[in-house]
Nanobody, 124 residues
Framework: QVQLVESGGGSVQAGGSLRLSCAASGYTGSHYCMGWFRQSPGKEREGIAIIYVSDHETSYDDSAKGRFTISHDRDKNLLYLQMNSLKPEDTGMYYC?????????????????WGQGTQVTVSS
């Protein structure tokens, strides 16, 4: 059973930075995808960034390109999201997601496993 636990959220002023972490357990091998999603009040959960663990191929939502970086430490089983130049519209609950297999795209439908979320609040 895969379990995902996020940490690193908090409150920051616009222009600041945060690094989110996700501790993953239950995975074997490296053929799976992980990602970060955001859900803001009144909105659907949306994909921010994904990474295919075996080759570290990444993909980003347009809102994250140039500001956010997703990375994965296979030895530590940790997923990261480095967020720079934060904007108030980045505010929301950030969820770590994972799946098994080769499917990897920026949609909630691609993922089977979810963490409990960590709150990010960016003030202007």
């Amino acid at each position: 059973q895969v379990q995902l636990v996020e940490s690193g959220g908090g409150s920051v002023q616009a222009g600041g930075s945060l690094r989110l972490s996700c501790a993953a357990s239950g995975y074997t091998g490296s053929h799976y995808c992980m990602g970060w999603f955001r859900q803001s009040p009144g909105k659907e959960r949306e994909g921010i960034a994904i990474i295919y663990v075996s080759d570290h191929e990444t993909s980003y939502d347009d809102s994250a390109k140039g500001r956010f970086t997703i990375s994965h430490d296979r030895d530590k089983n940790l997923l990261y999201l480095q967020m720079n130049s934060l904007k108030p519209e980045d505010t929301g609950m950030y969820y770590c997601a994972g799946n098994r297999g080769d499917s990897c795209w920026l949609s909630t439908s691609a993922f089977n496993y979810w963490g409990q979320g960590t709150q990010v609040t960016v003030s202007s």
